[in-house]
């Protein structure tokens, strides 16, 4: 079982960037598809990014594509969500978790403590 940890989450101006990381124990990291979820105040937790356990596909929802790009580096058992161009309305508790690899909106795993983002005006 793969246990993984965010973080990189902080308060950022509008318009700025910030890297989130994802950290996986476990040997079997290399096996999963990981995704990036958030939850804002007030709402259902929602997806936002997803990467293939090799790297090769990778998946946004509407709302951050164009901005947030996803990566990962097995060696390091590590997935990314770089953010740039960031908005008020990306303000929240940010999650990865595994995802299926036929369906990349949709969690597999436990949750974790997440990360929070916090984007002022």
């Known amino acids: 079982q793969v246990q993984l940890v965010e973080s990189g989450g902080g308060l950022v101006q509008a318009g700025g960037s910030l890297r989130l990381s994802c950290a996986a124990s476990?040997?079997?990291?290399?096996?999963?598809?990981i995704g990036w979820f958030r939850r804002a105040p007030g709402t259902e937790r929602e997806f936002v990014a997803a990467?293939?356990?090799?790297?090769?596909?990778?998946y946004y929802d509407d709302s951050v594509k164009g901005r947030f790009t996803i990566s990962r580096d097995n060696a390091k058992n590590t997935v990314y969500l770089q953010m740039a161009s960031l908005k008020p309305e990306d303000t929240a508790v940010y999650y990865c978790n595994r995802v299926l690899s036929y369906k990349p909106s949709s969690p597999g795993g436990a949750w974790g403590q997440g990360t929070q983002v916090t984007v002022s005006s």
């Open positions: 990467i293939s356990s090799n790297g090769g596909s990778t």
């Open positions: 476990g040997r079997t990291f290399s096996n999963y598809a």
